[in-house]
T-cell receptor
C-alpha cells in the first residue's frame, strides 16, 4: 500500500475547470486503476490500464481522461464535462491484470466550489 | 457485465458476537473475491480474499466462504471487537477482464462495547 502515492490529498475546483490528480507507484505493477467513491457509497471504476500506453474505460468514464505514458504513473484528469465531480478518488494498482491483489493509494478528495 | 450485491447495508452487533456479510455476483466467470475494510476517510485495506478454486479461507477471526454454484460469498467475523467497526466491501473480478474489481455497495459494521 505504501508504494502508491496520490496527490494532492485535497483539491478544490471551480466550475468549468479541468484538474489533474496524480498517481505514482513504485511497486513495478503493470496494472493501474482509478475508482470514484461518493459519500456512503461503494467504489465505481473510472478507467483502468493493463500496460503502458494502453487503457480502457470503466463504468463511469464520461467526463474523465487518463494517460499511461510511464509504467509508474497513471494521472486522472477531471474535465469540465464531468457535471458532478465532488467525490473521493482512489488510485490502485496490481501486479498484473490476472486477478492479483489490488492495492489502493490514500485517495484524493475533490470538491467543486 | 458483472454486478455485485451486498447485504446488509448496516449491521450492529455486540462486542464478542459474530458478524456475517453476504455478497452475490452475477457472472459465473468471476474467479477472484476480495474483502476490503475501510475506515472513515481512509483507503480500503484488503483483509482477506478467496479464489474460485477454494471453498473457504480463514485468517484468525476472519473467514470467507464461497459457493460457486449459488454465486455467493460471505465474510464471517468472530469475537467482534470495537476496532472492527468500519465499512466492509466485497468485490469480484475476472482475470480476462483486466483484473478490474467490481464492488458491492458496502456494509457499515458497528460493534458496540
Amino acid at each position: 500500500d505504501g508504494g502508491i502515492t496520490q496527490s494532492p490529498k485535497y483539491l478544490f475546483r471551480k466550475e468549468g475547470q479541468n484538474v489533474t490528480l496524480s498517481c505514482e507507484q513504485n511497486l513495478n505493477h503493470d496494472a493501474m486503476y482509478w475508482y470514484r467513491q461518493d459519500p456512503g457509497q461503494g467504489l465505481r471504476l473510472i478507467y483502468y490500464s493493463q500496460i503502458v500506453n494502453d487503457f480502457q474505460k470503466g463504468d463511469i468514464a464520461e467526463g474523465y481522461s487518463v494517460s499511461r505514458e510511464k509504467k509508474e504513473s497513471f494521472p486522472l484528469t477531471v474535465t469540465s464535462a464531468q457535471k458532478n465531480p465532488t467525490a473521493f478518488y482512489l488510485c490502485a494498482s496490481s501486479k498484473d491484470h490476472s486477478g492479483n491483489t489490488i492495492y489502493f493509494g490514500e485517495g484524493s478528495w475533490l470538491t467543486v466550489v | 457485465g458483472e454486478n455485485v450485491e451486498q447485504h446488509p447495508s448496516t449491521l450492529s452487533v455486540q462486542e464478542g458476537d459474530s458478524a456475517v456479510i453476504k455478497c452475490t455476483y452475477s457472472d459465473s466467470a468471476s474467479n477472484y473475491f476480495p474483502w476490503y475494510k475501510q475506515e472513515l476517510g481512509k483507503r480500503p485495506q484488503l483483509i482477506i480474499d478467496i479464489r474460485s478454486n477454494v471453498g473457504e479461507k480463514k485468517d484468525q477471526r476472519i473467514a470467507v466462504t464461497l459457493n460457486k454454484t449459488a454465486k455467493h460469498f460471505s465474510l464471517h467475523i468472530t469475537e467482534t471487537q470495537p476496532e472492527d467497526s468500519a465499512v466492509y466491501f466485497c468485490a469480484a473480478s475476472m482475470w480476462n477482464q483486466g483484473g478490474k474489481l467490481i464492488f458491492g455497495q458496502g456494509t457499515e459494521l458497528s460493534v458496540k462495547p
